[in-house]
């Protein structure tokens, strides 16, 4: 786990119960089904994100949080209350659009101060939060300016001091830095924890993007076809997917198919015939002995040599057909005799050293608690 999203966990409490409970909520459209029985908790004070693709029903879950859904079925409680068919102005909630939906007739102070004054909040009240806001977002001095003499990330900021100014128990974020570049969305992520940090007002974050949530998340939600896959920390859904589809989702990964050849409580051997060969695990797994298994090996975890490595297992030769150099690392295609492709990567550790070339022979290893295996 990155450090980031080790501290957010570390300060996750579920103290007096979870803070937001989803009891088996469903929405459908018609006869689609956006979001079926899904049921979830999170704590006070947790960036929670729900990771999925385009039309996997994140969004649509974030809407019934917020309120700008009706449920078809099921029930959302927040701090103990149900708020299912509360509206959205009533809910201790506030949400931060993709677009980031700022007024551009307005200045940055107005854009900020517009739900306070919406309240009817005293004008001297609404000004010292948006001096504070503006201060926390580390955007003084820039309140008499128009969004569109603002950066992306600028930008960001605002309307993020604005879904702040009014103190939610709650806020919702859809795709939050989807419309920022590479490093600036890389710099706002550590921000974004921090401002968490400071005010801890819990988070639930929608995004398509692996890294951003790996980054962000105390708790990871991969969703697909309207369901939750999967719940854990970063960590958890990185090195242990329960199923095929959430290792395959998150991050690089080689996959393949086999069957047991030999189960024992504390290792197995998996036939693997893309690898034309089997893969030696150091752990039992749950599974009939005629069932298909779905083995996975992260690329970072196969190491690339010219000689044969003297462990036994896990060891097979192949052909470089592809290099990708990364600066901090390389990536390698390596074609294996029966034709399947494994990808691995390796780090660049020294500024001058003797790298693969293309079509040379190499020997890949890696060790037996390298490979995860899936059974659905």
Known sequence: MNTVSAQRAASTTTAGGPYVRIDRLTKRFGDFVAVRQVSLEISRGEIFCLLGGSGCGKTTLLRMLAGFETPTEGAIFIDGVDVTQVPPYERPVNMMFQSYALFPHMTVAQNVAFGLQQDGTARAEIESRVREMLMLVKLEGYDKRKPHQLSGGQRQRVALARALVKRPKLLLLDEPLGALDKKLREHTQFELVNLQEKLGVTFVIVTHDQEEAMT????????RSGEIL????PTDIYEYPNSRFVADF???????EGTLVED??????????QFGGTVYVDHGVSSPPD????????PEKIQLTRERPEQADNVL???VTGIAYLGDATRYLVRLPTGFMLRVTAPNMFRREE?????ETVWLHWHASAAVVVTR
């Open 317 to 319: 030769s192949g052909v």
């Open 355 to 359: 790298r693969l070339a293309h079509d």
């Open 216 to 223: 962000l998340a105390s708790r990871i939600g991969v969703m």
């Open 230 to 233: 999967q719940v854990g920390s």
């Open 250 to 256: 998150i991050g690089s990964v080689n996959l393949t």
């Open 291 to 298: 069932a298909t298994l779905s083995v996975a090996i992260r």
């Open 264 to 273: 024992e409580p504390d290792h197995v051997r998996i036939d693997c015939p």
